[in-house]
């Protein structure tokens, strides 16, 4: 059970990291190449709601299945942390999604509309670029890592 877990979590950090690159490096780039700036900044901020609610989906698999595999062996005698490495990867990467999105672009949204904020719509638009960053490095790191535990586990089946 464990092994076929740590497989699906690999897969997913793996089609999560490609989300994250697709919509950050190739979507949103590519809406303002070709149309106008307020409908390019319509369409990108649509691409990173619906992103956003896909990293969460996401990340709580991935949170209920690392759980599931760490409790697994424990329960089969190995002394581990249920705060597994991977696990505060996946932590991080969910509060990431969960500040950007509910935090930082409505203050952008503000920003946008000519409301009154601490920080200018351009202050605003950064850290949400440098956040959104963070966080492809994280899931990147995640699915390197449960690369290289998958790896590990298949070279030895007991510890799987």
């Known amino acids: 059970m464990s092994n076929r877990t740590l497989r699906f979590e690999t897969w997913l950090a793996g089609i999560w990291a490609g989300i994250i690159v697709g919509v950050g490096a190739v979507s949103a780039p590519s809406l303002f190449a070709v149309l106008d700036r307020p409908l390019a900044g319509a369409g990108a901020g649509r691409i990173f709601a619906t992103e956003a609610v896909v990293s ?3 990340a709580i698999v991935l949170f209920v299945a690392e759980r599931g595999r760490v409790r697994d062996r424990i329960e089969a005698g190995e002394t581990l ?4 490495g991977p696990l505060l990867i996946i932590l991080g990467a969910l509060f990431l999604t969960v ?8 203050m952008i949204q503000a920003a946008k509309a000519g409301q009154p904020t601490k920080l200018s719509f351009g202050a605003l638009h950064g850290i949400s670029v440098v956040l959104f960053w963070i966080k492809g490095l994280l899931v990147l790191t995640l699915a390197w890592r449960l690369g290289a535990l998958h790896d590990s586990a ?3 089946p007991a510890q799987a």
Do not use: D, K, Q, W
């Open 56 to 58: 969460l989906v996401i």
């Open 81 to 84: 942390s249920v705060m597994s």
């Open 99 to 106: 500040f950007g999105h509910y935090a930082i672009t409505p």
């Open 154 to 156: 298949a070279a030895s």
